[in-house]
């Protein structure tokens, strides 16, 4: 069965392992609420090509089991380190979008990099947009935390009327039914009311500049010029700033889920870096 259990504290976690298993191996790390079934058009077509697809869902979310606990930054990145070591996985391509940028940064400055090859950091939240000293232009950890009250208050239309920003609709290209946007606002209602408020609060402490200026694998950042989630200034430039051995590609009119209006784009750069 695709499960496994994780090393912390036991949670059974739901996974996906698409294409051959000599395949070169992409690992996916998903947003905050969604499950790995956000990839689909990168791990369909990729795993078709011969890459090795694998992600997992997150606690809370998808498939995997409903806990109280375990939301930290900290815990949620052993958790990959539980995945990538239940499968053995080696000379992997890290790909993280979201709030799953954060956790492969962890993961990569907690656990090392002898299972990581390459890191992608799609619309990353990682180094994070709160102010610090290290982001004199973040937000206040005040209207964070306000915001995710809000949130709290009620999800469902936190997630019905924020997609249109999350895609960017209305910009040219991001064509998008909608059948399949409101097929994404109830995705979002896959991880639990816990898991979902939870794995967001830690946006509001979230800075990971000295993390960032350890990364020691080199890395892909990719970040849509029209992020409303993550503004670019505050994460994807700072990634590229911070992180020694990187690429930048800005997507041209992109939005945070530019993994599905910019899909053919984003598997042709997965396609040629996981290569290298």
């Not at 639990?192 to 993390?211: G, H, S």
């Not at 849509?224 to 505050?234: F, N, R, V």
Request: net charge negative.
């Amino acid at each position: 069965m695709p499960y496994f259990t994780t090393a912390t504290d036991g949670t059974t976690l739901h996974f996906i392992d698409y294409g051959p298993a000599d395949g070169p191996t992409l690992v996916f790390v998903n947003s905050a609420y969604f499950s790995t079934q956000m990839w689909e058009f990168q791990m369909l077509p990729l795993a078709e090509e011969g890459f090795r697809c694998v992600g997992f869902d997150r606690r809370g979310h998808g498939r995997s089991q409903d806990v109280w606990g375990g939301f930290d930054l900290d815990t949620l990145a052993d958790d990959l380190g539980s995945f990538l070591d239940h499968l053995d996985l080696r000379d992997v391509t890290l790909i993280g979008h979201s709030l799953g940028t954060a956790e492969a940064v962890r993961y990569l400055t907690r656990h090392g990099s002898e299972r990581v090859a390459r890191l992608v950091l799609v619309g990353a939240m990682a180094p994070g947009i709160v102010h610090s000293e290290d982001n004199p232009a973040g937000l206040p950890a005040e209207a964070i935390k306000a915001a995710n009250e809000t949130f709290r208050k009620d999800r469902a239309e936190f997630f019905s009327s924020g997609a249109a920003d999350y895609f960017a609709l209305g910009h040219p290209g991001n064509n998008l039914s909608a059948a399949y946007v409101q097929k994404v606002v109830q995705d979002c209602h896959g991880a639990t009311p816990r898991a979902a408020t939870a794995a967001v609060a830690n946006f509001e402490t979230l800075e990971m500049a000295p993390e960032a200026r350890k990364i020691d694998v080199p890395t892909l950042v990719i970040h849509g010029d029209q992020d409303a989630s993550a503004p670019i200034d505050l994460t994807g430039r700072r990634c590229a700033e911070l992180i020694p051995d990187n690429m930048f590609k800005l997507y041209e009119n992109g939005g945070h889920g530019l993994y599905v209006t910019h899909a053919e784009q984003l598997n042709a750069d997965l396609r040629e870096f996981a290569s290298r």
